[in-house]
């Protein structure tokens, strides 16, 4: 299994604190770049587990994924 960072944001909260508003489910630093660590096999599998918690549909933007090298198999 390998460890992966993945950098997300969420694109609804920065439109909404943009226009002055709060986002109705999710809190302000969601709008900042935050960084989550998932183990998977793949790159693929990674991105499929993030996505099913925070999923694009509800505003998350991937904006990078690592492959972390000091946990690689």
């Known amino acids: 299994m390998n460890r992966y ?13 943009a226009e002055g ?18 183990e998977a096999e ?5 991105l499929r587990i993030v996505e099913k918690h925070h999923p694009p549909r509800h505003g998350f933007i991937i904006g990078d994924i690592m492959l ?3 946990f690689i198999d």
């Open 21 to 38: 508003k709060k986002h109705p489910n999710y809190d302000k630093a969601w709008g900042d770049l935050r960084y989550l660590e998932v």
């Open 68 to 70: 972390l090298k000091e």
């Open 5 to 17: 960072e993945v950098a997300i944001y969420n694109e609804a909260v920065r439109q909404a604190y």
């Open 42 to 46: 793949s790159e693929e599998d990674a």
